[in-house]
């Protein structure tokens, strides 16, 4: 099996004024390309933190990512954008542009890429379709619910067809119901895409979902077990 991310005694202080917090103390893990791992844990263990070290959007205090083999501290501005570019990232709190429509925040990923104006119109329209959005493209955040909205960052994170995709907490605004059906979309990808999936979340039923189920707790991986194979 090919080892996608590889997390090695990961650690990160912030600094609170002079209060240095230690969110993680000393991560290990290895995650292999086609998985879908649940990382689980209370509020405050570290499980943004670590999601946001392995998507490159934020650097470790000490330890070492390796992506795809190569050590992403090495990485150049240029390298680590495009690395970025590569994977898809569910925010836990979204992150859409106010100012855009729906339709205009799944583009943006697009445009960015530079796929042409009809194709990523008709793309955006696809996925949105997907998230059970047809009706509220032209609405902006501000006008969707909170679940709607997540639904909206789901669709924006699939707009470059990612191969790794990073979420945290990807149904934490949204019903049972709806969470049923994005929770089967997200399966959808892995089992008949192949895309790797990392899903934060700090409810239990959901991190079942997983094929594998990393357990967090201040900090530290505690606890790791395989839910189905
Ligand atoms: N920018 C920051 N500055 C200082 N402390 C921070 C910062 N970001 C996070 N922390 C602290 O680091 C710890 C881990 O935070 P993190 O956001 O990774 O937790 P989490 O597991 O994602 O929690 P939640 O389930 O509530 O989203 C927490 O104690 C938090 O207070
Ligand atoms: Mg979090």
Redesign the pocket.
Known sequence: MTVIVEAVDLR?V???GKVP????RGVNLKVEEGEFLSVL????????????LIGALDKPTDGKIFFEGVDVSTLNDGQLADLRRRIGFVF?FFNLIPRFTARQNVELPMAIAGLGKEARRKRAEELLKIVGLTDRMGHKPTELSGGEQQRVAIARALANNPRFLLM??PTGNIDSKNAYEIIQLIKGLNQDLGVTIIM?T?DQRLAAEGKRTVH?LD?LIVDEKVNWA
């Open positions: 990160k912030y600094m609170l917090v230690e969110a993680l844990g209370p509020s405050g263990s570290g499980k943004s933190t670590l999601l946001n836990q945290d907490e934060v700090h967090m900090g």
